[in-house]
């Protein structure tokens, strides 16, 4: 996953169960920019947590089959995770929550059992979701702001949510200092404003922990987002299996790994994230689609052969 390099100045946190990264080109500006992120931060919290029982997403799972009224930023969220379906035909569902708590992704991340250390092979799906997932059984009342599911259907905005909110952070950060921004949750980096000189240098890698150099590469852009979607973190044992978080709507299961990351680059990270979970989806498929869409993308196989396609560098340099 991408990790942002040496810029002006910097703050580092944890929230939402990852790494946040804030970036700014006015060094005068990053106490109040830290905490418009942190604001923004809460908010999404509060109202898209899987794993909060008193988050507006949750009280609109425990009601599946009635209408739930919400606050206007689930809705919005909502609205943002049913776009990611359509643009990818159905292959980013917020209705896969059912799915991912059968594999076991019941809890926080952090909470997980990890699996030890494997080698990279595909594995062979035994866990089927009970509800076959539907985006567009998913309704918006969106006069009286509320929200109705099938019964039997959990939510889980996971795919979009972290990458929408990195876009809002940015863009608050910029429109309250003036000051150029970037926001890294997880590894996927968000952009508003002016970039300073040079552009913004990304590591981009599997892990956005981890530090330059190895298997990743150092690029730099100037404004949008990057996102990487990979098989190889977000990893945990559940009945004796190891899962990750990349589910096949198709199937209820952790997706099959042709690829071990695909790293999109797009005008805003939302729209780098959606294509590069729809990848890891499309397997095979993926490098033509996102050559189709014009999007600039590294794609790493399983035994961690490079692809590249739409213009992405095949060394440093920049998008």
Same mark, same amino acid.
């Given at each position: 996953?991408?990790?942002?390099?040496?810029?002006?100045?910097?703050?580092?946190?944890?929230?939402?169960?990852?790494?946040?990264?804030?970036?700014?080109?006015?060094?005068?500006?990053?106490?109040?920019?830290?905490?418009?992120?942190?604001?923004?931060?809460?908010?999404?919290?509060?109202?898209?947590?899987? /794993?909060?029982?008193?988050?507006?997403?949750?009280?609109?799972?425990?009601?599946?089959?009635? /209408?739930?009224?919400?606050?206007?930023?689930?809705?919005?969220?909502?609205?943002?995770?049913?776009?990611?379906?359509?643009?990818?035909?159905?292959?980013?569902?917020?209705?896969?929550?059912?799915?991912? &708590?059968?594999?076991?992704?019941?809890?926080?991340?952090?909470?997980?059992?990890?699996?030890?250390?494997?080698?990279?092979?595909?594995?062979?799906?035994?866990?089927?979701?009970?509800?076959?997932?539907?985006?567009?059984?998913?309704?918006?009342?969106?006069?009286?702001?509320?929200?109705?599911?099938?019964?039997?259907?959990?939510?889980?905005?996971?795919?979009?949510?972290?990458?929408?909110?990195?876009?809002?952070?940015?863009?608050?950060?910029?429109?309250?200092?003036?000051?150029?921004?970037?926001?890294?949750?997880?590894?996927?980096?968000?952009?508003?404003?002016?970039?300073?000189?040079?552009?913004?240098?990304?590591?981009?890698?599997?892990?956005?922990?981890?530090?330059?150099?190895?298997?990743?590469?150092?690029?730099? @852009?100037?404004?949008?987002?990057?996102?990487?979607?990979?098989?190889?973190?977000?990893?945990?044992?559940?009945?004796?299996?190891?899962?990750?978080?990349? @589910?096949?709507?198709?199937?209820?299961?952790?997706?099959?790994?042709?690829?071990?990351?695909?790293? &999109?680059?797009?005008?805003?990270?939302?729209?780098?994230?959606?294509?590069?979970?729809?990848?890891? @989806?499309?397997?095979?498929?993926?490098?033509?689609?996102?050559?189709?869409?014009?999007?600039?993308?590294?794609?790493?196989?399983?035994?961690?052969?490079?692809?590249?396609?739409?213009?992405?560098?095949?060394?440093?340099?920049?998008?």
């Amino acid at each position: 996953m991408p990790v942002a390099l040496s810029t002006p100045v910097e703050s580092r946190w944890e929230a939402l169960g990852t790494s946040a990264v804030l970036l700014v080109t006015d060094p005068n500006a990053l106490g109040r920019a830290r905490a418009i992120v942190k604001r923004e931060l809460e908010e999404i919290d509060r109202a898209c947590s899987r /794993f909060r029982s008193d988050s507006d997403l949750q009280r609109v799972n425990a009601g599946a089959g009635r /209408f739930i009224p919400v606050g206007q930023l689930l809705i919005e969220a909502v609205q943002v995770a049913l776009r990611a379906a359509e643009l990818t035909n159905g292959n980013v569902d917020p209705t896969v929550g059912d799915a991912l &708590v059968l594999a076991g992704y019941d809890r926080d991340w952090r909470l997980l059992e990890k699996p030890a250390d494997e080698p990279e092979q595909a594995e062979s799906p035994t866990i089927q979701a009970h509800v076959t997932p539907g985006w567009q059984a998913v309704e918006i009342d969106r006069e009286h702001a509320a929200i109705r599911i099938p019964t039997g259907v959990r939510l889980d905005l996971g795919a979009t949510a972290k990458a929408w909110v990195a876009d809002r952070a940015a863009s608050a950060v910029h429109e309250a200092t003036g000051a150029g921004s970037l926001v890294s949750l997880g590894g996927d980096i968000a952009t508003a404003g002016a970039a300073p000189e040079g552009g913004w240098r990304i590591y981009v890698t599997d892990d956005h922990r981890s530090a330059p150099g190895g298997q990743g590469q150092t690029i730099s @852009i100037v404004s949008g987002g990057i996102a990487t979607s990979s098989t190889s973190v977000r990893r945990w044992s559940h009945k004796g299996q190891t899962r990750h978080h990349i @589910i096949d709507p198709m199937t209820g299961t952790s997706v099959i790994r042709t690829w071990r990351t695909v790293s &999109v680059a797009a005008g805003t990270c939302l729209d780098a994230n959606i294509a590069s979970t729809a990848a890891l @989806i499309r397997a095979g498929c993926a490098p033509a689609w996102l050559e189709q869409l014009g999007l600039p993308a590294r794609l790493v196989s399983t035994d961690g052969a490079v692809r590249l396609v739409s213009g992405w560098p095949a060394q440093s340099g920049s998008l």
